[in-house]
């Protein structure tokens, strides 16, 4: 068993556990929607020898906030799962899971002594059933929004070539947008353009010469998926830049006979289903979720990708050994990167 030492720099500093390459490929082969998470440069990265696969955390307050399921195949989640909870009961730290699957949530549930929340929700399209050949009126409002943004001028393309000047446009069009975003944050990651360009894809929105607006895939192997979570558009992009990039990159990806994309996670309109706790402290945490999802207008992530019409999938948060506790909040909140 081998684990990075919880006092050493993080994980861009220091490569003796797994080099980069190394490292993607990996999150490449297993990784879900925890894929960015992971390869923040924050990370450090726990290993098994005998195990094909790592554990992404960070310390915060005394406890290793693991970014996802443990990333190997699943058969093997169990055994990683446990040697990193000894490794932490010996570094005397608590555990806290963020955007675990239902399936490894209840296996922890019953093996971990694990109190479980599902709080939000993996979503899934598939681009072989594209929202714009759909009936309804949520079909019917991407289908306005794409044909507005046409009618304004905007074309899809992808981002396949070495061009310093298309490079550059595009971290453009990223740092206006983050410029632009107000009010209450939360986010996962600080988002990563051309960083680990293995099993990366780029479609990006012009109008005339200028881009408009970008969208960011990660290859997801062992779902035969792409992860979807980075859209992001100019202050002046035309009506619907959005939905056309979501809907032009679908319809690539159909032509590759591609039947998943991957989005999340996405806060739920409200908590789902509470193992493990306690009356009180489930009400008291229920309460607590409706406040900070107000707060932070939770619902607005959601709302945009509800009208695409995916399939859902629950996303929970785990904490082994009932290790609910003040401390552990906050650390889930330091890496939430919660700002106001």
Same mark, same amino acid.
């Given at each position: 068993?081998?684990?990075?030492?919880?006092?050493e720099?993080?994980l861009?500093?220091?490569?003796?556990?797994?080099?980069?390459?190394a490292?993607?490929?990996?999150?490449?082969? #297993?990784?879900?929607?925890?894929?960015d998470?992971?390869?923040?440069?924050?990370?450090?990265?726990?290993?098994?020898?005998?195990?094909d696969?790592?554990?992404?955390?960070?310390?915060?307050?005394?406890?290793?906030?693991? +970014? /996802?399921?443990p990333?190997?195949?699943a058969?093997?989640?169990?055994?990683?799962?446990?040697?990193f909870?000894?490794?932490?009961?010996v570094?005397?730290i608590?555990v806290?899971?963020?955007?675990?699957?239902?399936?490894?949530?209840?296996?922890? /549930?019953q093996?971990?002594?694990?109190?479980v929340?599902?709080f939000?929700?993996?979503?899934?399209?598939?681009?072989? @059933?594209n929202?714009?050949?759909?009936?309804?009126?949520?079909?019917?409002?991407?289908?306005?929004?794409?044909?507005h943004a046409?009618?304004?001028?905007?074309?899809?393309?992808?981002?396949?070539?070495?061009?310093?000047?298309?490079e550059?446009?595009?971290k453009?069009v990223?740092?206006? #947008?983050?410029k632009?975003?107000?009010?209450?944050?939360?986010?996962?990651?600080?988002f990563?353009? +051309?960083?680990?360009r293995v099993?990366?894809?780029w479609?990006?929105a012009?109008?005339?010469?200028?881009?408009? /607006?970008?969208?960011?895939l990660?290859?997801l192997?062992?779902?035969?998926s792409?992860?979807l979570n980075?859209?992001?558009?100019t202050?002046?992009?035309?009506?619907?830049?959005?939905e056309?990039l979501v809907?032009? &990159?679908l319809?690539?990806?159909?032509?590759?006979n591609?039947?998943?994309?991957?989005? /999340?996670?996405v806060?739920?309109?409200?908590l789902?289903?509470?193992?493990?706790?306690? #009356?009180f402290s489930e009400?008291? &945490?229920?309460w607590?979720y409706?406040?900070a999802?107000?707060?932070?207008?939770?619902?607005?992530?959601?709302? +945009? #990708?509800?009208? +695409?019409e995916? &399939?859902?999938?629950?996303?929970c948060?785990l904490f082994?050994?009932?290790?609910? @506790?003040?401390?552990?909040?906050?650390?889930?909140?330091k890496?939430?990167?919660?700002?106001?």
């Amino acid at each position: 068993m081998s684990g990075k030492n919880l006092l050493e720099s993080p994980l861009i500093d220091e490569t003796e556990l797994l080099e980069r390459k190394a490292l993607v490929n990996l999150v490449r082969k #297993w990784a879900d929607v925890n894929t960015d998470g992971i390869l923040d440069s924050n990370c450090q990265i726990f290993t098994d020898p005998d195990i094909d696969g790592l554990i992404a955390y960070r310390v915060e307050c005394g406890n290793a906030v693991v +970014f /996802g399921d443990p990333v190997c195949a699943a058969e093997d989640k169990p055994e990683l799962a446990k040697a990193f909870q000894q490794f932490c009961l010996v570094h005397e730290i608590g555990v806290v899971y963020i955007i675990a699957s239902p399936e490894f949530a209840n296996w922890a /549930g019953q093996n971990m002594r694990s109190a479980v929340i599902e709080f939000g929700e993996k979503l899934i399209l598939n681009p072989l @059933s594209n929202p714009v050949d759909h009936s309804g009126a949520k079909a019917g409002l991407v289908r306005k929004k794409v044909k507005h943004a046409l009618k304004e001028g905007a074309v899809v393309q992808e981002y396949s070539e070495d061009n310093a000047d298309i490079e550059k446009a595009i971290k453009d069009v990223a740092t206006t #947008w983050q410029k632009a975003r107000l009010g209450p944050q939360v986010y996962l990651v600080q988002f990563s353009l +051309f960083k680990d360009r293995v099993g990366k894809r780029w479609f990006y929105a012009k109008q005339g010469e200028k881009i408009v /607006g970008i969208l960011i895939l990660n290859e997801l192997q062992s779902h035969n998926s792409w992860l979807l979570n980075n859209v992001m558009i100019t202050k002046d992009a035309p009506h619907g830049i959005s939905e056309l990039l979501v809907i032009a &990159t679908l319809q690539a990806l159909a032509k590759e006979n591609c039947q998943s994309v991957t989005i /999340g996670p996405v806060p739920g309109e409200q908590l789902g289903k509470i193992n493990g706790l306690g #009356w009180f402290s489930e009400t008291m &945490t229920r309460w607590i979720y409706r406040l900070a999802k107000n707060f932070f207008h939770l619902n607005g992530h959601a709302t +945009f #990708w509800k009208k +695409f019409e995916p &399939t859902t999938c629950s996303s929970c948060l785990l904490f082994p050994e009932k290790n609910l @506790s003040f401390s552990s909040i906050k650390a889930l909140l330091k890496a939430l990167n919660v700002h106001v």
